[in-house]
């Protein structure tokens, strides 16, 4: 599926930006699309002895195929769920990079009151693979799963679940729904989304 100038652009970005290993895990469907996401993931991972690709049955998410890190067997809290073609394809490779450097971008304030936090918090984002605004969506929202063990992000590809994409109504992306309770519509800054996060639990 990648040409040999994109694997080999990205054998060197690996080289260059990981530090330690990282899992992916990926539990398929019975369809097409879970054919072409493993193999995709395969080839990837071929591309650096950093990368590890578990494929697991156990893995739990809202739909399959779905994709999910760990880094020392531990599960981060970052899921993909979808399709990982255009602009998501960066951000899959962007999430690679995260959780192996383990370094989050996000303001000391914003920390601050992540660590305050005690009581679970499920973050659902709705992309699309045209979208210009969902990869950087997604990869802020990724930055907050990976900096508490209390919250858990899943990125979700609506045309490859469109009922439940229908379920909470996405008109508009990125979309942002936390706990079922906030929403947040558009590109939002880390501010916004740290405080539907507080206002989700409080």
Not at 117 to 122: A, C
Request: with cysteine; charged share 30%; proline share 3%.
């Amino acid at each position: 599926m990648l040409s040999e100038s994109i694997k080999e652009s990205l054998r060197e970005d690996f080289n260059k930006s990981l530090k330690d290993n990282v899992e992916v895990v990926f539990r398929r469907a019975n369809n097409d699309l879970s054919k072409k996401v493993e193999t995709l993931l395969k080839e990837v991972s071929s591309l650096s002895d950093k990368i590890k690709l578990t494929i697991s049955d156990k893995l739990n998410c809202y739909d399959y195929p779905c994709i999910s890190f760990k880094k020392e067997d531990k599960e981060i809290g970052i899921k993909y769920m979808g399709n990982i073609d255009g602009g998501e394809f960066k951000t899959f490779i962007d999430s690679i990079k995260l959780v192996s450097s383990g370094e989050v971008e996000l303001e000391d304030r914003t920390l601050d009151f992540i660590k305050e936090i005690d009581k679970p918090v499920n973050i659902k984002v709705f992309i699309t693979l045209s979208c210009g605004w969902c990869p950087p969506a997604v990869l802020k929202c990724y930055n907050f799963a990976l900096a508490s063990d209390f919250i858990e992000t899943t990125a979700i590809e609506c045309f490859s679940f469109p009922n439940f994409a229908n379920k909470y109504s996405v008109i508009t992306v990125p979309k942002i729904v936390i706990n079922d309770k906030e929403e947040l519509i558009g590109y939002k800054t880390e501010n916004e989304i740290l405080g539907a996060i507080l206002s989700s639990i409080s």
